[in-house]
């Protein structure tokens, strides 16, 4: 892995695999390019293990899975009125769009566009994507959090898997609206079909920049294999265990003092903090670099 000059006209991975990079500084500009090596052709077709792989797990895991979705099925059916699941349209393998299915975590009929331009700014500033849910988001339902938090509501997305849509494994399925921003490089993610749970996922997450999150999904499709993505799965479940935790620990704080943030405030200040000490891509790579060894 090494850092090279910027690049300016490389619109794909090259051959030996080098990725042009840039970085936001919060205002638009630009910072300087720098082309990100690894080893191997990034473009490839979806290897034959990876269905088998998926399917064993699920079949090995359905005395577990399906009577815990039953279980939120109805915990989400009594905890808030409307429906169940709540579909959205995501990007998937080679571009495709595709329809994934999600268990409802907000109420009826309550306004997106906070959540989408908070996303937006992450993309720009290139901070920690910490969730508006962690501000205590009064526009969650009942165990809305806790869903979110332990990543349950992305459980039905196995019939994604099954479907042929997703992996149990791979780069998070963004959305149509977050494509379209991405930069030529960011795009190769979409070389590898969406996963429930991915390598950014157990290296970081929320704590992680909306860049370091693209690096890790790239760094993924160049070392992709079977070992890999069982490793991936079983520290899914230790990842989801902390992050129960972390979750709670702001919702007791907001209960202590009586305060619900609103998102607006929270994204100003967010914004304003972003500004003054954006994250090079030399601190990403050598956050790659250390969670690569541990994993």
Same mark, same amino acid.
């Given at each position: 892995?090494?850092?090279?000059?910027?690049?300016?006209?490389? *619109?794909? +991975?090259?051959? /030996?695999?080098?990725?042009?990079?840039?970085?936001?500084? #919060?205002? &638009?500009? $630009?910072?300087?390019?720098?082309?990100?090596?690894?080893?191997?052709?990034?473009?490839?077709?979806?290897?034959?293990?990876?269905?088998?792989?998926?399917?064993?797990?699920?079949?090995?895991?359905?005395?577990?899975?399906?009577?815990?979705?039953?279980?939120?099925?109805?915990?989400? *059916?009594? +905890?808030?009125? /409307?429906?169940?699941?709540?579909?959205?349209?995501?990007? #998937?393998? &080679?571009? $495709?769009?595709?329809?994934?299915?999600?268990?409802?975590?907000?109420?009826?009929?309550?306004?997106?566009?906070?959540?989408?331009?908070?996303?937006?700014?992450?993309?720009?500033?290139?901070?920690?994507?910490?969730?508006?849910?962690?501000?205590?988001?009064?526009?969650?339902?009942?165990?809305?959090?806790?869903?979110?938090?332990?990543?349950?509501?992305?459980?039905?997305?196995?019939?994604?898997?099954?479907?042929g849509e997703m992996s149990l494994v791979g780069p998070r399925p963004c959305t149509p609206n977050e494509f379209a921003h991405y930069e030529p490089w960011q795009r190769e993610r979409v070389n590898a079909l969406p996963g429930l749970t991915g390598y950014w996922q157990v290296n970081g997450k929320n704590k992680t920049t909306f860049n370091e999150m693209i690096v890790m999904d790239l760094f993924y499709l160049k070392n992709l294999s079977i070992l890999l993505d069982l490793k991936i799965l079983f520290k899914t479940c230790t990842v989801i265990a902390a992050q129960l935790v972390e979750s709670r620990?702001?919702?007791?704080?907001?209960?202590?003092?009586?305060?619900?943030?609103?998102?607006?405030?929270?994204?100003?200040?967010?914004?304003?903090?972003?500004?003054?000490?954006?994250?090079?891509?030399?601190?990403?790579?050598?956050?790659?670099?250390?969670?690569?060894?541990?994993?």
């Amino acid at each position: 892995m090494r850092i090279e000059g910027h690049l300016p006209n490389v *619109r794909r +991975a090259t051959k /030996g695999g080098s990725l042009p990079y840039n970085s936001s500084n #919060g205002n &638009g500009a $630009k910072a300087p390019g720098v082309a990100i090596d690894f080893p191997g052709a990034l473009v490839r077709g979806v290897p034959g293990w990876k269905s088998t792989l998926d399917i064993t797990c699920i079949l090995l895991a359905l005395p577990i899975w399906l009577p815990l979705m039953i279980l939120l099925m109805l915990v989400t *059916r009594f +905890a808030s009125p /409307g429906p169940i699941f709540y579909r959205q349209k995501r990007v #998937g393998l &080679g571009g $495709k769009h595709f329809s994934i299915w999600k268990f409802r975590t907000m109420k009826v009929s309550v306004e997106t566009q906070t959540h989408e331009h908070y996303f937006q700014e992450l993309m720009r500033v290139d901070r920690p994507m910490t969730k508006l849910d962690v501000y205590g988001d009064p526009r969650l339902a009942p165990f809305g959090r806790f869903l979110r938090a332990s990543g349950l509501d992305e459980l039905p997305q196995i019939f994604n898997v099954l479907c042929g849509e997703m992996s149990l494994v791979g780069p998070r399925p963004c959305t149509p609206n977050e494509f379209a921003h991405y930069e030529p490089w960011q795009r190769e993610r979409v070389n590898a079909l969406p996963g429930l749970t991915g390598y950014w996922q157990v290296n970081g997450k929320n704590k992680t920049t909306f860049n370091e999150m693209i690096v890790m999904d790239l760094f993924y499709l160049k070392n992709l294999s079977i070992l890999l993505d069982l490793k991936i799965l079983f520290k899914t479940c230790t990842v989801i265990a902390a992050q129960l935790v972390e979750s709670r620990l702001p919702a007791q704080a907001n209960r202590q003092d009586g305060t619900l943030y609103a998102p607006a405030p929270i994204l100003q200040t967010f914004l304003d903090s972003a500004r003054k000490s954006p994250r090079s891509p030399s601190t990403i790579l050598q956050g790659l670099a250390e969670s690569a060894r541990k994993v």
